[in-house]
T-cell receptor
Framework: DQQVKQNSPSLSVQEGRISILNCDYTNSMFDYFLWYKKYPAEGPTFLISISSIKDKNEDGRFTVFLNKSAKHLSLHIVPSQPGDSAVYFCAASATDSWGKLQFGAGTQVVVTP | DAGVTQSPTHLIKTRGQQVTLRCSPKSGHDTVSWYQQALGQGPQFIFQYYEEEERQRGNFPDRFSGHQFPNYSSELNVNALLLGDSALYLC????????????FGPGTRLLVL
């Protein structure tokens, strides 16, 4: 039962342009959402998070948007840089599942010159 | 400030054997979670340890067990290994606060032959 879905397995974007990654979820009890970036042979690196009481959170080049009514969140990276090429995972946790993160399958981002 | 460390980095076992993986949390963290990541998928939650007890468990059989020590480090044990247990095993640490972000180690790559 995949409760967090990333429907785009890959995304190619030009350097300097905006990358938009999408994530959908089905569990209405999810109230905390995170994005992680993963390079090959490394563990996931935390990027940014958002609580369900907010609809937007920014940190430098990264902005996460949350639409609770649509059960949808997105990550915007502006401007995209070659070092952003990685797999990006969306994750969520629920009020009644302390610290149990549920992950999407990931989106492979390739930033081209 | 040391991040999350895991050992070993790689491991090869045969079916039916037992394996122990180790994790040291990030300095100041008291909670350790374990995840299994199969090829092409997002990490799947195995269990979480806090105050030396299992606090949350995912949908994994009893062959998967763990332990947390007084210094907050943790072990993951898998008995009666199956070919399907081949995966990247990730350890993540956090503070006990519910919305604290989880920080991941580099993982242990387990191959079962």
């Amino acid at each position: 039962d995949q409760q967090v879905k990333q429907n785009s397995p890959s995304l190619s974007v030009q350097e300097g342009r905006i990358s938009i990654l999408n994530c959908d979820y089905t569990n209405s009890m999810f109230d905390y959402f995170l994005w992680y970036k993963k390079y090959p042979a490394e563990g996931p690196t935390f990027l940014i998070s958002i609580s369900s009481i907010k609809d937007k959170n920014e940190d430098g080049r990264f902005t996460v948007f949350l639409n609770k009514s649509a059960k949808h969140l997105s990550l915007h990276i502006v401007p995209s840089q070659p070092g952003d090429s990685a797999v990006y995972f969306c994750a969520a946790s629920a009020t009644d599942s302390w610290g149990k993160l549920q992950f999407g399958a990931g989106t492979q981002v390739v930033v081209t010159p | 400030d040391a991040g999350v460390t895991q050992s070993p980095t790689h491991l090869i076992k045969t079916r039916g054997q037992q394996v122990t993986l180790r994790c040291s949390p990030k300095s100041g963290h008291d909670t350790v979670s374990w995840y299994q990541q199969a090829l092409g998928q997002g990490p799947q939650f195995i269990f979480q340890y806090y105050e030396e007890e299992e606090r949350q468990r995912g949908n994994f059989p009893d062959r998967f067990s763990g332990h947390q020590f007084p210094n907050y480090s943790s072990e993951l044990n898998v008995n009666a290994l199956l070919l399907g247990d081949s995966a990247l095993y990730l350890c993540a640490s956090s503070l006990s606060s519910r919305e604290e972000t989880q920080y991941f180690g580099p993982g242990t790559r387990l191959l079962v032959l």
